[in-house]
């Protein structure tokens, strides 16, 4: 076999797109000690990209070995592949691009009289090395990428997601390397570019926006094997894809699901369906602890003791999540907020890249219209006024102009008396067994709730600090003197700053000082505390009540059961029958008693309490055909645990119920005392809040 195409198959495993060189020259410049990365593509890196640093640079003979296959320092023994701290090391980068691109190298070390250049197309030199007057380090570009395998060429994909993937990479490499200036450009235009400061909250606020990195949360966590520093989003910070969660294992960017999953674990309840975190975490650990050569591209890796770091993980995220003060709040969005980090460009602009989430549309804020009824136009929908206290609405009845609906017409709509009546008796029984629970849930929790002079009152509980806070957008000359730091810099590789200051302050004791106000809309409790005001999804509250609830008697005594007058009879397909086999007692001692009855039928006789006065069969149902995609599950036992407790929040009360001032305390205070108040099962936000500073600007007392 020719030796040009031998360098060209092998030249297939580690140059797949132009991304694939990106990569490769990066880390070549950051293994050579760069403090300045700049890459440039033309045409989605296709017609052109230059990666040039400030680096060490290299010699006249280095420059030609470079190109060499196989040809590294980086390591010397086999016993180096056991403990490698480089990014590179395999030796094939140069030599893999020149043979399916043309390749120019200028290169100069720091103190030599001047550089050399080098030309390399098809794995052969063009000329011999030359000298070149230029500043100490590297620049390689390349052109024309795979000029000499048009069928690879012809099966790329479109400028614009190659560009995508390129930005991507230098993203990539920007935030594993903060203490690194990174320069992209698409052409002539800057698109990004670090400070390189060794603070990655300033890369954060670079890719993403200064509004998204100052919402970010600090993680920090270690035992003797292993450290991990970095920042995660908050739950409200959720995005519609898991690109967007980087892991640096030594340095180096990688892709591993385990690790993705933990911190997904770690988010448990507070993300909402269909929602991934965003975050950059740092993994230290001993080189010999985690195998890097598993993947041609170097972007897997396999840990020793796996699960070890996955429970790490798990540990720090969850903690760094449990100590914020996760209330998300309404004032105007910061017009630095639409700024989002590009990962693919539009179609008509082949050098632009496209946002990563859409700009949000309009204002998160508008003013409320005045009730209606104030001004003779007739009630609302909900009767009476739009706002009116929870002592108003107690044992009042609705008068026969509140039985009417505003159409969108305008047009006022009667009400069918017979229909309200109907719907008011089958709910009844609902409305007295959602009383019940939240009587007892403050029963439970009345021990637990501070007294008043426990309390403490001071102002900065109720509104965070403005220290820290950037005003202005930066333009792409002065991003790098954006300062998101506070305070004395923590010094952990890879990552600087205190976060502390950038976000909330804890505020569990100001919601144990919720003073509810009222009821607005029949569905969000209205109640204040210092100089905040809380609004309160009173369903989501309410199903995080029960759920912890709930959960807490499965995990003390276990759950009591009711038995049925008439048991249940369902019919099961094979799996979920294997299942029963399998797990019978695990669902006994949920209350699920379970006996079979012949063919694929079952009898149920006993469910749990916590499903009293809901609809039992489908609930049965919706167990068993979980039961039957959870076989595999490492703990089966927990996990159907959860579904019992998931259904039975199906008991908490609903939108559009009245609720009296009693049972709004009462739902206050057990919320206050919940373990995550700021979340309902489903990841869905419980309350929002809004300062009086907020307030003012928006009636444009203050500006």
Not at 295 to 324: C, I, N, W, Y
Not at 538 to 565: D, S
Not at 588 to 611: C, N, Y
Not at 650 to 671: F, G, N, P, W, Y
Request: with cysteine; proline share 6%; hydrophobic share 40%.
């Amino acid at each position: 076999m020719p030796q040009a195409l031998a360098n060209q198959i092998a030249a297939g495993e580690v140059v797949e797109r132009p991304a694939s060189c990106v990569k490769e020259l990066v880390e070549n410049s950051l293994d050579a000690g760069a403090t300045r990365v700049s890459v440039t593509l033309v045409d989605g890196g296709i017609a052109c990209m230059a990666v040039e640093d400030d680096g060490k640079g290299m010699d006249k003979e280095d420059a030609v070995m470079a190109f060499a296959r196989h040809a590294t320092s980086k390591i010397q023994t086999e016993l180096d592949l056991t403990r490698i701290h480089t990014l590179g090391f395999r030796g094939e980068a140069l030599a893999s691009i020149a043979a399916v691109a043309r390749v120019t190298l200028e290169t100069r070390q720091v103190g030599a009289e001047h550089g050399w250049r080098v030309h390399a197309e098809g794995s052969d030199m063009v000329s011999p090395p030359e000298g070149v007057g230029r500043a100490p380090g590297t620049l390689v570009e390349v052109r024309d990428l795979f000029f000499n395998t048009p069928a690879r060429l012809k099966y790329l994909r479109s400028v614009q997601t190659e560009q995508t993937r390129c930005i991507e990479v230098v993203q990539q490499a920007a935030l594993s390397r903060p203490d690194v200036a990174f320069r992209c450009q698409l052409g002539d235009r800057l698109l990004f570019q670090t400070p390189g400061r060794g603070n990655l909250l300033d890369v954060l606020a670079v890719l993403y926006g200064v509004g998204e990195a100052r919402q970010f949360l600090k993680v920090e966590s270690s035992n003797p094997d292993y450290q991990i520093v970095g920042y995660v989003g908050r739950p409200t910070q959720g995005k519609s894809s898991r690109i967007h969660g980087h892991w640096f294992i030594n340095g180096r960017p990688v892709r591993n699901y385990a690790l993705h999953q933990a911190v997904v674990d770690g988010y448990k309840g507070r993300l909402m369906v269909h929602r991934h975190p965003i975050y950059a975490l740092f993994l230290t650990l001993d080189a010999t602890l985690v195998d890097v050569n598993i993947h041609p591209h170097k972007s897997e890796v396999r840990f020793s003791e796996e699960r070890d770091v996955v429970r790490l993980v798990q540990a720090a995220v969850a903690g760094t999540l449990d100590e914020a003060f996760l209330v998300p709040g309404m004032s105007r969005p910061h017009p630095i907020a639409d700024s989002r980090m590009p990962t693919e460009t539009t179609s008509s602009q082949t050098d632009a890249a496209r946002p990563l989430e859409g700009r949000q549309q309009g204002t998160l804020w508008r003013a409320a219209e005045p009730p209606a009824a104030a001004y003779g136009a007739g009630p609302d929908a909900q009767g009476g006024t739009l706002w009116q206290s929870a002592g108003q609405r107690a044992g009042s009845q609705p008068d026969s102009s509140s039985q009417r609906q505003l159409q969108p017409d305008g047009r006022w709509l009667s009400r069918s008396p017979q229909k309200a009546v109907r719907q008011d008796g089958q709910q009844q029984g609902a409305r007295s067994a959602v009383r019940r629970s939240i009587a007892e849930t403050a029963a439970a929790t009345e021990m637990y709730r501070p007294q008043p002079d426990q309390i403490q009152t001071s102002q900065t509980d109720a509104e965070p600090t403005d220290a820290g806070k950037v005003h202005a957008e930066p333009t792409d000359a002065e991003q790098t003197d954006v300062d998101l730091t506070v305070g004395n810099s923590s010094q952990m590789p890879g990552v600087s700053g205190d976060l502390s200051s950038l976000t909330e302050l804890s505020g569990r004791d100001l919601l144990r000082q919720l003073r509810p106000i009222g009821q607005a809309l029949t569905t969000y409790i209205l109640a204040e505390a210092g100089d905040t005001l809380f609004i309160i999804d009173q369903h989501a509250a309410h199903e995080r009540v029960l759920y912890e609830r709930f959960r807490k008697e499965t995990e003390v005594g276990g759950l009591k059961l009711i038995p049925l007058l008439t048991p249940l009879t369902l019919s099961l397909t094979p799996a979920q029958l294997q299942g029963i086999e399998q797990h019978g007692e695990e669902l006994a001692s949920l209350g699920l008693a379970v006996e079979e009855f012949g063919g694929r039928e079952i009898i149920v006789r006993t469910i749990p309490q916590v499903w009293e006065g809901l609809d039992a069969p489908s609930l049965v149902e919706g167990v068993l055909h979980s039961l039957e995609s959870n076989l595999h599950h490492p703990d089966v036992r927990e996990a159907m645990r959860e579904e019992v407790v998931m259904r039975a929040c199906k008991a908490a009360i609903k939108a559009h119920q009245r609720l009296s001032d009693m049972e709004i305390q009462a739902l206050c205070q057990a919320l206050a005392e919940a373990d995550d108040p700021f979340h309902c099962p489903h990841g869905r936000p419980v309350l929002i809040r809004m300062s009086n500073r907020d307030l003012e600007k928006e009636f444009r007392r203050i500006v």
